[in-house]
């Protein structure tokens, strides 16, 4: 395989491009990735020097670029995003750009390459909060932000890419994923690190809402096999089979973390928040993948990690420390 990685440099990519590399001597893999201020080097660092990884830095919105980066692949794996719910809520533009617009220039490069596969990296939010029966890939979708919005567009716009151009596109729905190198502003990791500081814990809401955690090696696992033996034009949802309230999740890390309950702050909530996400993932299952990690090993096992690699949280905070000043104000 001559795999393309987009948003390589981030959380799920550095894991994948990681499993990748050990688990296939045969594979070649070339990292795209604009570097934002979730994408960073060090998270390549223990690959940098393998023979069969390069990293080229661009923009998944610029075709030029996107052209460049397709010499010679066969392979592309699409999960360059601007990934943050509360960044799309306080501005969209980034989402839309990055996640439909560089979408669709991906489509286009890997169009033109004539690539033998173009998987494209999708989330559970695209169908918006779940009040019954698990979704399975047949659900309508329902995006309630914008960032799921701009995901749900991408995900359509994928898929039509196979309709219409026979572009062999198989489409992932991950779950919430967690593990080393997720970068702190997402829940598990910038909990651990406030808990760390002994600063707050600012829960939207209740904390009652519903997230199906799957560790990140379990997806890396998924979203190899569909490379293998996904079909074209199909959906798969990948889910860790953990649904566990905000709350629940929280008091386990700070358990691990020997940190008291009173940590625990109720504050404004997020807008348009989707109080649970649940999927079916049957299909997946049926090609003889299962998640692998169970949640209390391995939420308290990722815990340890930020907790060994503060100075890593530490520079990744400085990144985004604007954003953080300005969403958790009054928080
Ligand atoms: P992340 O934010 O950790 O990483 C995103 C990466 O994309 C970064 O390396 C960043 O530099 C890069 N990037 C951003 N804009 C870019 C651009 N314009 N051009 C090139 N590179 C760019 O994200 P993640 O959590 O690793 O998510 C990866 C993918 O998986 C995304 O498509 C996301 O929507 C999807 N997803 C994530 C989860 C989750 O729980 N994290 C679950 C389901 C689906
Ligand atoms: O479900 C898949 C999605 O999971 C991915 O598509 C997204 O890229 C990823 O960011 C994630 O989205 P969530 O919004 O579910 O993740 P987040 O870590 O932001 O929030 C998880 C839950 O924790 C959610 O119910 C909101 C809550 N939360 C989060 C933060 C950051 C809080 O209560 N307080 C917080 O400060």
């Given at each position: 395989m001559q795999m393309l990685v987009t948003g390589g440099a981030g959380f799920i990519g550095c894991n994948f491009v990681r499993h990748v590399l050990a688990v296939d001597e045969d594979a070649r893999v070339r990292v795209f990735d604009?570097?934002?201020?979730?994408?960073?080097l060090e998270n390549l660092a223990d690959v940098?020097?393998?023979?069969r990884f390069e990293f080229v830095e661009g923009d998944v919105c610029d075709l030029d670029a996107a052209h460049a980066a397709m010499?010679?692949?066969?392979?592309v794996v699409h999960m360059a995003a601007e990934s943050h719910v509360d960044r799309s809520i306080i501005s969209a533009e980034a989402a839309v750009r990055t996640n439909f617009v560089g979408t669709f220039t991906m489509l286009e490069a890997a169009r033109e390459a004539g690539v033998k596969r173009f998987l494209h990296m999708s989330t559970d939010?695209?169908?918006?909060?779940?009040?019954?029966e698990p979704f399975t890939e047949n659900d309508p979708l329902n995006p309630r932000n914008p960032y799921s919005a701009s995901k749900a567009g991408a995900d359509r716009l994928a898929y039509s890419y196979f309709v219409?151009?026979?572009?062999?596109v198989v489409i992932a729905r991950a779950a919430n994923n967690y593990g080393?190198?997720?970068?702190?502003?997402?829940?598990i990791p910038f909990f651990v690190y406030r808990a760390l500081n002994d600063e707050h814990l600012p829960v939207?809401?209740?904390?009652?809402q519903v997230r199906d955690w799957l560790q990140v090696r379990d997806d890396c696992r998924a979203l190899l096999l569909l490379l293998e033996q996904g079909v074209p034009g199909e959906v798969y949802n990948i889910h860790g089979g953990n649904e566990r309230p905000n709350l629940e999740t929280i008091r386990l890390i700070l358990d691990e973390l020997g940190k008291?309950?009173?940590l625990i702050k109720h504050v404004e909530d997020r807008p348009g928040h989707d109080v649970r996400y649940s999927m079916d993932a049957a299909k997946i299952m049926a090609l003889g993948w299962q998640p692998e990690v169970s949640w209390e090993q391995g939420i308290r096992e990722t815990v340890r990690w930020f907790a060994e690699h503060r100075e890593w949280m530490e520079r990744s905070v400085a990144r985004g420390r604007e954003y953080f000043e300005q969403w958790y104000a009054g928080r």
């Open positions: 604009k570097l934002t201020y979730a994408g960073n940098s020097d393998d023979p010499a010679g692949i066969d392979t939010e695209v169908y918006g909060a779940c009040l019954g219409t151009y026979d572009l062999p080393p190198y997720q970068y702190p502003e997402k829940l939207y809401g209740d904390g009652m008291p309950e009173s």
